[in-house]
């Protein structure tokens, strides 16, 4: 089972809304990431926790606020996003072999966020 | 400075015969190559990979091969199918799995019956 499921699906939120992004595996996975992909572009990376602890902020704005409540769960908060924010949001997951190699990762489908 | 470059935005190829995706990198650190694969409105999905200590991978109908000293993989898809239309991204990362995976900016590629 190399499944990374996210919800919601699509998301279509206001400037002043709070909201959350889910991402869920069941791999046994110890590394978590949060990508952020805007149409005809690569991912772009914007966190990543080993271990459930943040290791990698790609110095993302405040108004994104992740989360590793357990090693099977990661959420992202969102508040305060402004209209350029409108991305699809990818979840992904990978081993986390202590540093003994480099490893895949395994994407969830994404969460469309539009931002009105 | 785009670290991982995919040159060809978009690829047609027809049914049966062979696509050939190139990627180039600038980073000589880099040690560890994917191939992804994402079709409109989902997730990248993991393809294939290499590691810098091989020069050739194949899985099925996907083969990647690596030059190092060119800093160049190319990713075969041998016979090409119609399903196989989608963005494939090549990727690379350094040693350890902190660093980052560094995505090229993608080719698209039509597979026509």
């Known amino acids: 089972d190399t499944e990374v499921t996210q919800t919601p699906k699509h998301l279509v939120m206001g400037m002043t809304n709070k909201k959350s992004l889910k991402c869920e595996q069941h791999m046994g996975h110890r590394a978590m990431y949060w990508y952020k992909q805007k149409a005809k572009k690569p991912p772009e990376l914007m966190f990543v926790y080993s271990y459930e602890k943040l290791s990698i902020n790609e110095s993302v704005p405040s108004r994104f606020s992740p989360e590793c409540p357990n090693s099977s769960l990661l959420n992202l908060h969102l508040h305060a996003l402004q209209p350029e924010d409108s991305a699809l949001y990818l979840c992904?997951?990978?081993?986390?072999?202590?540093?003994?190699?480099?490893?895949?990762?395994?994407f969830g489908p994404g969460t469309r966020l539009t931002v009105l | 400075d785009q670290q991982v470059k995919q040159n060809s935005p978009s690829l047609s190829v027809q049914e049966g015969r062979i696509s050939i995706l190139n990627c180039d990198y600038t980073n000589s650190m880099f040690d560890y190559f994917l191939w992804y694969k994402k079709y409109p409105a989902e997730g990248p999905t993991f393809l294939i990979s290499?590691?810098?200590?091989?020069d050739k991978n194949e899985d099925g109908r996907f083969t990647v091969f690596l030059n190092k000293s060119a800093k160049h993989l190319s990713l075969h898809i041998v016979p090409s199918q119609p399903g196989d239309s989608a963005v494939y991204f090549c990727a690379a990362s350094g040693k350890t799995s902190y660093d980052k995976v560094i995505f090229g900016p993608g080719t698209s590629l039509s597979v026509i019956p």
């Open positions: 290499i590691s810098s200590i091989k």
């Open positions: 992904a997951s990978s081993q986390e072999d202590g540093g003994q190699g480099s490893e895949t990762q395994y």
